[in-house]
């Protein structure tokens, strides 16, 4: 629920559509209780969303492709930008909506993450528009997985340069 909330409040304070952002952070973690096992059955029925082959090398990203389907499924969401939303919450993707740059921002900065700088983080956000802010917390994804020695997903990279392109 702490994501749900902050996406209130970047929805709000971006001008945004606030009963679609607050719907996408209200399934974006829909599937993630689900066992690895049962997620790994449900990916094979993802079709909302194009999947790439390295979204089946990462385990830890199943839960939003997956949430997404269920959405459009169970729930009869149809709005796509919700969909893709919900779909790469984690990664960001290339043209991504307001919906989907709020998400993302606001599962990285809300309330219950207590990681180091993490206050910093939501001060930088707040104090940008929504790509900058975008901008900001995928470089500090960034910046963890380089330190970790691991790389990013493509959807993230490619977000980047679409960032990037966007003049803002």
């Known amino acids: 629920m702490g994501v749900e909330g902050m996406a209130v409040v970047l929805a709000n304070r971006y ?3 606030v009963e ?3 719907l996408a952070a209200l399934l974006h973690d829909l599937t993630k209780p689900f066992s690895e096992e049962k997620q790994r059955k449900l990916l094979a029925q993802v079709s909302v969303v194009e999947l790439i082959e390295e979204d089946v ?3 830890a990203l ?3 492709y997956i949430a997404a389907q269920e959405a459009a499924d169970v729930y009869g969401i149809s709005d796509e930008e ?3 939303a919900v779909a790469f919450h984690s990664t960001g993707a290339a043209n991504f909506g307001p919906v989907g740059l709020a998400l993302y921002v606001a599962d990285f900065t809300e309330p219950s993450r207590h990681w180091r700088n993490v ?3 939501r001060a930088e956000v707040l104090g940008h528009e929504l790509v900058d802010a975008a ?3 995928m470089n500090y994804k960034l910046q963890k997985l380089e330190k ?6 493509r959807r993230t990279l490619e977000m980047g340069e679409w960032l990037g392109s966007t003049g803002q």
């Open 15 to 17: 001008q945004l559509d």
């Open 20 to 22: 679609r952002v607050h």
């Open 57 to 59: 090398e990462f385990p």
């Open 62 to 64: 199943w839960h939003g």
């Open 82 to 84: 919700i969909l893709q």
């Open 119 to 121: 206050s910093k983080a």
């Open 135 to 137: 901008r900001v917390v």
């Open 148 to 153: 970790k020695g691991r790389s990013a997903h």
